[in-house]
């Protein structure tokens, strides 16, 4: 863990410049926002999240993956067929985001497209960033789910891809067929020209739960491990043969065999952890130590409503944790991970590498802030920032008033000069020692 002490965070017209002890004289003249004692993390990344299971987070844990969605998650997902109810739950979830560390997310959506148009109008003005996808299915969801054909699924979407491809400055579309089992071979060749006529990125499930591998295994008995199948539709990342880049996240990959894993590691797919899920609907444990050893690409997943908290904090605790049960039930070869590498997956892990590379432009660059809440803590002198931090996260802190929507704009200097206080109207600034000095410098 990199950590400064009444350090400055300079940020320009919204892209990182860095953390610096003293301030350097170029950025003299940029406004200045104290923050006192809080601690500042950069934002966490969400790499796998579904807005729509929002509302039914932390309920119906009793079954395990194909018997959920079958019975909890596809009911769900039917009611955003009405734009009404898609206002309010969507409202919950952009909220409860707002709420949180969280300040980037890759987002799955329903394969209703005006919901989730109106998703991204929301997510837009949270000022968040994300990429939402319109889920694609043409089989094995419910009927009132499953897309009329293949053509239709992939008519709307590439509809929709066109109106919002260029609509905002934060929010963009990703191709997302939900996985395997709902998107026949023909929706799978539709998406793959699709892809190949936008250039955008791709997030699906891959080799999550047993019952679901051996579901895949059923539906295409020619593909020798589950990634194949995606990869059959250049829907996996890097592909050398035709020279693209298709940058893809895959969620879980709990029990991806060593070919799958090779080809993740060749293509550059991004493994979207989420442990809590994996916990949840009994899928297994990924062994994340091995894919960081191997060098893939990971981030962290909350996975609502798989996972019953949209808190990336807690994905954290909770990649440690599943961690600690595989090293010492499953395979001792493999380490448990440590804080520091788990906040890596966290942030840079899940952001510099992965989202900086999937979008391939700045504006998903490391200029995230959030100010978190520990006020309970601050007066006990005896725990450094460092012992303050890995307990925040642990305790599943919220960030201040001032949270990433705000954070985001204090970024740029315009945005600064409008962040004036807290929810009661007021803010009391009392000055590090380091502002000072920076202040009486400014003066003299
Ligand atoms: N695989 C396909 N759909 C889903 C989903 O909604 N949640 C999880 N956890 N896995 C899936
Ligand atoms: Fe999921």
């Known amino acids: 863990l990199d950590l400064h002490e009444n350090a400055f965070a300079v940020c320009v017209d919204g892209v990182s410049k860095g953390v610096f002890d003293i301030l350097p004289e170029e950025y003299t003249d940029l406004p200045l926002w104290d923050h006192g004692d809080a601690l500042i993390f950069p934002g966490m990344v969400d790499l796998h999240v579904h807005a729509p299971q929002y509302a039914f987070r932390g309920m119906c844990m009793d079954l395990e993956l194909m018997d959920w969605l079958n019975r909890y998650t ?20 952009v909220d409860a985001l707002k709420n949180s560390a969280t300040t980037r997310a890759c ?12 998703l991204m109008k929301l997510m837009e003005e949270s000022g968040l960033v994300s990429f939402v996808g319109k889920v694609n299915m043409d089989r094995e969801a419910s009927p009132a789910l499953t897309e009329a054909s293949a053509d239709i699924s992939a008519y709307t979407t590439f509809g929709w891809i066109n109106a919002v491809k260029d609509k905002f400055k934060n929010t963009k579309p990703i191709l997302t067929p939900r996985f395997i089992p709902c998107c026949t071979d023909q929706l799978m060749e539709e998406l793959r020209e699709i892809q190949m006529a936008y250039g955008i990125p791709v997030q699906s499930h891959l080799s999550e739960s047993k019952g679901e591998i051996e579901f895949v295994k059923f539906l295409r008995p020619e593909d020798p491990f589950y990634g194949d199948s995606y990869n059959d539709y250049d829907l996996f990342g890097k592909n050398d043969d035709i020279d693209t880049d298709v940058k893809t996240v895959m969620a879980h990959c709990v029990w991806s065999s060593d070919e799958e894993v090779e080809l993740m590691r060749k293509n550059g797919v991004f493994i979207a952890h989420c442990p809590a899920s994996n916990m949840n609907l009994t899928s297994g444990i990924a062994p994340i130590r091995k894919y960081l050893d191997l060098g893939l690409n990971i981030g962290l997943g909350s996975d609502v409503a798989g996972g019953h908290s949209e808190s990336i904090f807690r994905a954290i605790t909770d990649a440690i944790q599943v961690s600690k049960m595989y090293f010492r039930m499953v395979d001792e070869q493999y380490k448990p991970l440590v804080f520091s590498e788990a906040f890596y997956l966290a942030t840079k892990g899940g952001a510099m590498q992965n989202l900086d590379y999937i979008i391939g432009s700045l504006y998903w660059s490391n200029s995230c802030l959030v100010v978190v809440k520990d006020s309970d803590y601050t007066d006990v002198p005896t725990f450094t920032n460092a012992v303050r931090g890995k307990k ?3 305790e599943l802190a919220t960030p201040l008033e001032l949270q990433a929507t705000n954070v985001l704009s204090i970024n740029t200097q315009k945005g600064l000069n409008t962040i004036t206080s807290d929810s009661n109207g007021t803010m009391t600034v009392t000055y590090t020692e380091s502002v000072k000095h920076y202040l009486d410098k400014q003066e003299a």
Do not use: M, Q
């Open 107 to 118: 987002i799955f959506a329903t394969c209703h497209r005006p919901a989730t148009e109106l």
């Open 392 to 394: 925040l996260v642990y």
């Open 74 to 93: 596809f009911p769900e997902e039917e009611k955003y067929e009405d734009l009404e109810y898609a206002k309010k739950a969507y409202g919950l979830f």
